[in-house]
């Protein structure tokens, strides 16, 4: 089984070709959106090329999910994710830091979970859980 060391210079490599960035800049906290300019189309090269490196089937949605709490599903008020909805995001999202997000919920800051950081530990364990 690779380690978290490994995985990250796998994806280093893996961010590096699919949105142009140098390999410094994939940093373990480094956001894909915010930090790394990754578009909505980039998640679907990500999503291949961590399946095709690590071996990995990730589903649609389990990786990035859609739609994580938008006005009217009663996990956001007003622009900001409410305890329910904090609730959905930590069982969506298991590898994501929810509980530095819960300290500014809003609804537009929900892509800066999508982290580095989560990458590996959600490799870590797909691989895991394929050995």
């Known amino acids: 089984m690779a380690t978290n060391e490994e995985i990250l210079g796998k994806i280093q490599e893996i961010l590096a070709n ?10 373990p906290s480094a956001t894909l959106v915010g930090d790394l300019g990754a578009e909505s189309i980039d998640f679907l090269d990500i999503v291949f090329n961590l399946e095709k490196e690590f071996d990995i089937k990730i ?5 990035f999910p859609e739609n994580l709490a938008a006005e009217g599903d009663g996990l ?38 999508f982290t580095i950081d989560m990458l590996v530990k959600f490799v870590a364990a797909k691989t895991s859980d394929t050995q």
């Open 76 to 113: 956001a008020v007003d622009g900001i994710v409410t305890e329910d909805g904090l609730t959905k995001l930590r069982e969506r999202l298991p590898h994501a830091d929810v509980d530095g997000f819960s300290e500014d919920p809003k609804v537009e800051n929900i892509q800066d979970l």
């Open 18 to 27: 699919a949105l142009g960035v140098d390999d410094e800049e994939v940093t």
């Open 59 to 63: 589903k649609r949605g389990e990786l």
